[in-house]
Structure formats: structure tokens, C-alpha cells
């Protein structure tokens, strides 16, 4: 991966933090969840007269991804419903890495150096280890933990089907314009069908915040998948989770939740992970 790459998936991890916080600080979850992957639908809408569209042939995951996408999408603020940012965020992001590795190996026949491999272990590894910070594991908050770990689960399958998607698709900001679109309107009607009324009362109460997280969410996305079309999936997929760092400095200075020992562990851990998969050639 080179350093251009790099330095630009990081830009992409601080636009994810930064995405999430709003989620968190917000009321109803769910529905500004809605609301944010609407504005991500309606900033992409302009984009379609500037990219070519996917070639059929990479429709099949472009589904996929979105139905995964839009899993996330719930799975995420509920976790947010009974945990906070600093517990649910490392659990979401730290379950990834790892499963994306096995994922590309299987799928497609991507295989990372043992490094590299060594680098993505210790970066999932140090995301986690937040998960013990301030006794806020499984045994404290097991509902946090479960949902948070769903949302994982989507992650992974996601990033493999949008780095498959994107090589098949001829145009990857073609594919990436197509899925935002899909998944944020598939998640607000999902959303509506739930939430019915209360959805228009956070869209009409939350206009800054839908369109600010709208922009930060498909700015990032869009940036992944260019970078997952270029570089091995699981090495973008670990350089990504990155973003528990900038939401564990979020989470101690913005919203308060403290500064544990385990964040130093992490910091530790992910800088390391950094510095191994850099190794791959």
C-alpha cells in the first residue's frame, strides 16, 4: 500500500469517527441514522451524470452490499441505544479486520504476507482491547457487545462484497454512487416503515447534523472503496479501523467518557499494527 493510499484511507477513518459521534450524541438513533444516510442518498444523486454506471456483471454484490450496508445501518445505533461511544465503536470496527482478511483469501484469493498479516492481527487487537476500557466489556453491557458485534459481522461482509464489486464493476466511483444511493434509501424506508412519523421530526430538528453526517459518511465511503479497488482488502479494512482512535479521542474530550489505561494499550497496539502492515510489498 503505498504511503498516498495511506495517508488518504486515514482521512477516510477520521470522516467515519466523525460520522458515528453524531449518531451517538443524537436522540433517536435510529432515525438520525436515517436521516444521515438520506442526505449521504441525495449528495450522490448529482454524482450520477459524472460516473459511468457498474457493469452488470457486478450487480449481484452491489445487492449484497447494500443489504449489508443497510444491515449496519441498524445494527449501529441500537448498539449506540445501550452502550456508549467508546465501548461499541472498538467492538464495530476491532471485529472487521480479521474477518475481511479470511474474506479476501477465500473469495479472492488474496493473501497477505506474514507481516502484513502480523500488522492486521495486532491492529484488530488493539481496537478491541478499548472494549475493556473502564470495565465496559461483555459482562458489564452484554446487549452493547452483541449488537455491536452484528454490526461487525455487516462490516466485513460489506468491505469483501465492495472491493469485489468495485474490480467488476468497470467504474468504482460509478459502483460507489449506485451503492450509496441504494443503501441510504433502503435504509430510510426501512426506517420509516419503523419509526413512521418520528422520522420527519429528527429530519426537520436534525437538518445540520443529517446533512453534515450525510457528507462525512459518503466522503469516507467514496474513499474506501477507491482505496479497496487499489490495495489489499484487509489491510484497507485494518488501516480504516484506525478511526477507534480518533473516536476514543472524541469519545475523552468531547463527550466526556474518560481516558482508561486501555487506551494507551490501544494506541499502542494499532501504532505497531501500522508500522507491520506498511511491510506488505
Request: proline share 4%.
Amino acid at each position: 500500500m503505498s504511503i498516498e493510499i495511506t495517508v488518504i484511507v486515514l482521512l477516510a477513518a477520521a470522516l467515519h469517527a466523525g460520522w458515528n459521534t453524531l449518531i451517538k450524541i443524537s436522540g433517536d438513533r435510529v432515525a438520525v441514522m436515517a436521516v444521515v444516510t438520506l442526505a449521504g442518498s441525495l449528495f450522490s444523486l448529482p454524482f450520477l451524470a459524472f460516473v459511468e454506471a457498474p457493469d452488470p456483471e457486478s450487480w449481484p454484490l452491489l445487492a449484497l452490499s447494500i443489504l449489508l450496508h443497510t444491515g449496519y445501518h441498524f445494527f449501529l445505533p441500537v448498539a449506540y441505544d445501550h452502550g456508549d461511544l467508546g465501548q461499541v465503536y472498538p467492538v464495530a470496527r476491532g471485529s472487521a479486520p480479521i474477518l475481511v482478511t479470511v474474506g479476501a483469501l477465500v473469495f479472492a484469493g488474496e493473501a497477505l504476507e506474514p507481516l502484513a498479516v502480523a500488522g492486521v492481527i495486532c491492529l484488530a487487537t488493539g481496537v478491541m482491547a478499548l472494549t475493556f476500557d473502564r470495565g465496559a466489556g461483555i459482562a458489564r453491557n452484554p446487549k452493547a457487545v452483541v449488537f455491536a458485534f452484528a454490526a461487525g459481522v455487516c462490516i466485513a461482509g460489506y468491505t469483501v462484497a465492495d472491493g469485489l464489486g468495485a474490480r467488476q464493476a468497470g467504474s468504482v466511483f460509478g459502483f460507489a454512487v449506485w451503492l450509496t444511493i441504494g443503501d441510504g434509501l433502503l435504509t430510510f424506508l426501512l426506517a420509516l416503515l419503523w419509526k413512521g412519523g418520528a422520522i420527519w421530526r429528527v429530519a426537520r430538528s436534525n437538518f445540520v447534523i443529517g446533512f453534515a453526517g450525510g457528507a462525512m459518511q459518503v466522503g469516507a465511503y467514496w474513499i474506501i472503496v477507491w482505496a479497496l479497488a487499489l490495495a489489499p482488502m484487509g489491510m484497507v479494512s485494518a488501516l480504516r479501523e484506525t478511526s477507534v482512535l480518533f473516536a476514543a479521542l472524541i469519545s475523552t474530550f468531547v463527550l466526556k467518557e474518560g481516558f482508561g489505561v486501555w487506551r494507551f494499550v490501544s494506541a499502542g497496539l494499532v501504532s505497531f499494527g501500522l508500522i507491520l502492515s506498511r511491510g506488505q510489498k
